[in-house]
Structures are given as C-alpha cells and as structure tokens.
C-alpha cells in the first residue's frame, strides 16, 4: 500500500521516479480501510530534503499511511519557502486536537545550543507532553531525540570534540528486539552530529533499553520500554550523496571538517559515494510502522491515550 502524500508535494516526481508507490488524496478518499496517520515534526533548514528522504522509507511498505507534516509556531523556517510552508504543513496548533498513530521528530543543525537557547523549546517540550496521550508511537531522530531523552529523563547531551562523520558499523545489542528482527549482525549507518547521548546515562533509567550500538560512534536507537518511544540519534534516512554534500558545504564555508570516516572510496572525495545502508534504512521505518504502531494501535483512533 502507498502513502497519502498531497498530489503536488515536490517529493512525489522523485518518489516515483523511484516507484515509491504514492497514492493521491482524491484516490485515497475511496479506499475503504483504515489508514495509519503519522505526523512528521519537520525542524530540519532543508525541509524539502528531508520530506524526500523520510517519505521514501514510510513509502516502502504494505500499509497506507496518511502523511501530515509539522512546523513549529514560533519558529519561522528561513530555508524554506513561505508558499510551500502554507501548501503542505500545518503548525501543531492546528492539530493538537487529532490523535495519531506515530509521531516523527527530526532532528535539527542545533546541537551545540543550550536547550533554553532554542527558539521553539517551549513549544517543542508542549508537543513532547501532548504526544504522551495524543500519538500511539513517537520515533526521534538525532537532536529530536536528544531532546526528547532530555525532556522526558533529564538525560544530557555531551559536546564532541570534533564532529563525528562519516559511516560507522553498528551492531545489535538486544538480539530479540523486533525493531531489528531481520537486522543483519552488522549494518552500516550515517552518522553527522556534535554531540551525544551516553551510555552510563542510559544505563541509569530503568525504562530505558538500549537497541543498537557502534563500538566508534556510540548509541545508536535506544528504547523507552513503558511506551512505544524510540530514540534514533544518528541518520538512517541520508542520500547515498548528503554526507558529501555537507562536507562540501561546511568546507566553502570554511568551518572545520575532517573528511566523512569510512564514506568515499578509497577515501577520495572526487570519488562518488556507494549507498550501501538502504537496505537496513527500509527494514527499520518497516519493522516500526508494523510492529510498533500497526501491531498494536487502536483500530479507533480516539481510543488512543
């Protein structure tokens, strides 16, 4: 089954392209089943980017999902243009009063801030509440989840030296975990942070499990075993090429950056990316909407709580 996405979203010429089956909205009216409605709290500067990537993952299996993309209230995005803002996302104001069956939070070029120093904190910790009775599933990404651990445990996040980047190899900690049933013993994951979450913070909450981990880059997906949240900190859902194209851009900015670790061929930057973790990306956005919404939500969606 596809995913409902609006009949002239920029993302759906690619998605195609791809044979990511999209359904328009005048086509899904006259589906007479129950669809999945995952919310998807976009805080990333390139937001046309980033709905590409996550649609094409939530695209890629068996169930219909409604998409509804989200942007904050008291943060105006400057990277994005007012007239797509206005034609494809609402604010969470305008949804508040909805339930849903998952909830994604990305994450955002923000990590080295103070959380208070953040534009929309308050209303970000607000959505964090709301999703606690609103939203059957919440899946973090990167900062998102940071933020989310910070919110709901006090959990901090360490500044790194340098930036970690690159490829990393990452293994299965909690082999009977469904989130990675069908996970090879180790996968390859983009990893592009300045900060992270630590394990003997983890290890402290007792609600807490840790799913996956690298032995260079640390956590991994960390789960909250009293609700169905996950905690993603590094990038599953990157372009074969978007790594390169953020060492490219920080270098003509100038900023310091060290070559992405274990991603060009021979480590040659002229030379082209291979994608080689989009297998895994599938498998985990599949094995989440089934076993951890679809499974197990409310076939009424009010019921949710």
Not at 170 to 188: A, P, Q, Y
Not at 199 to 208: A, F, G, M, S, T
Request: glycine content about 2%; overall charge negative.
């Amino acid at each position: 089954m596809p995913i409902k996405i609006p009949d002239n979203l920029p993302a759906r010429s690619a998605l195609e392209a791809e044979n990511i089956f999209v359904m328009t909205e005048d086509r899904a009216i006259h589906q007479d089943i129950r669809a999945l409605e995952v919310a998807v709290l976009n805080l990333m500067p390139n937001k046309i980017e980033t709905e590409t990537q996550l649609l094409r993952l939530l695209g890629n299996t068996p169930l219909q999902v409604n998409i509804t993309f989200l942007t904050t209230d008291t943060y105006k995005s400057r990277n994005t243009s007012k007239d797509h803002l206005s034609a494809f996302y609402q604010t969470w104001n305008e949804v508040k009063a909805y339930k849903f069956d998952g909830l994604i939070i990305t994450g955002a070029p923000i990590e080295r801030l103070d959380w208070k120093a953040v534009a929309y904190w308050k209303e970000l910790t607000a959505i964090l509440d709301w999703s606690r009775t609103h939203v059957w599933s919440c899946f973090f990404i990167c900062w998102g989840a940071q933020a989310a651990l910070q919110h709901f445990y006090g959990i901090p996040k360490y500044e790194l030296s340098e930036k970690l980047f690159g490829l990393f190899t990452h293994k299965k900690i909690k082999r009977d975990s469904i989130l990675l049933r069908g996970f090879d013993e180790e996968f390859t994951v983009p990893v592009s942070r300045h900060t992270e979450v630590r394990r003997h913070d983890i290890e402290k909450v007792n609600d807490l499990d840790i799913l996956s981990e690298s032995d260079e880059s640390g956590l991994y997906i960390v789960r909250d075993k009293s609700t169905r949240r996950l905690y993603v900190f590094n990038h599953s859902e990157y372009e074969a090429d978007t790594l390169k194209r953020e060492y490219e851009r920080d270098l003509e900015k100038n900023l310091p950056i060290s070559k992405p670790r274990n991603y060009f061929p021979n480590d040659d930057p002229s030379q082209k990316p291979i994608l080689c973790w989009r297998a895994h990306s599938n498998l985990l956005y599949n094995n989440w909407l089934n076993y951890y919404v679809y499974q197990s939500t409310p076939y009424d969606i009010n019921q949710i709580d």
